[in-house]
């Protein structure tokens, strides 16, 4: 059984710290890539960070490196996203998504938009990050 929880989410005013966290299935800690997304109210669900553990394979989009940090606890088979230096955009509900392989010609297509939607075929509920000026 597949399982993505986030946890994490919360008020913060610009400048802060939050660290989002995704407890996955086993199955899928050890053999998907999962990453972090977004969507802000009225806007499309945009990819923020991958990773694939096994091949210590990481992805950020632009608007986010050098202050989010995606990494991941194998013993607990748990995601995390570190995100400093938080700002009013970064405001958006935060899902949790694995990839349904290990390896594919797609994860190549990556680019400064972060990781692809379309290719991560499970998702959790989400949990909302709202960032104050």
């Known amino acids: 059984q597949v399982r993505l929880e986030e946890s994490g989410g919360g008020s913060v005013q610009a400048g802060g710290s939050l660290r989002l966290s995704c407890a996955a299935s086993e199955y899928i800690s050890s053999n998907c890539y999962m990453g972090w997304f977004r969507q802000a109210p009225g806007k499309e669900r945009e990819g923020v960070a991958a990773m694939y553990h096994v091949r210590g394979d990481t992805h950020y989009a632009d608007s986010v490196k050098g202050r989010f940090t995606i990494s991941q606890d194998n013993a607990k088979n748990t995601l995390y996203l570190q995100m400093n230096s938080l700002k009013p955009e970064d405001t958006a509900m935060y899902y949790c998504?694995?990839?349904?392989?290990?390896?594919?010609?797609?994860?190549?297509?990556?680019?400064?938009?972060?990781?692809?939607?379309?290719?991560?075929?499970?998702w959790g509920q989400g949990t909302q990050v709202t960032v104050s000026s």
């Open positions: 998504a694995a990839t349904r392989w290990s390896y594919s010609t797609r994860r190549q297509q990556w680019g400064s938009a972060g990781p692809d939607a379309a290719d991560f075929g499970y």
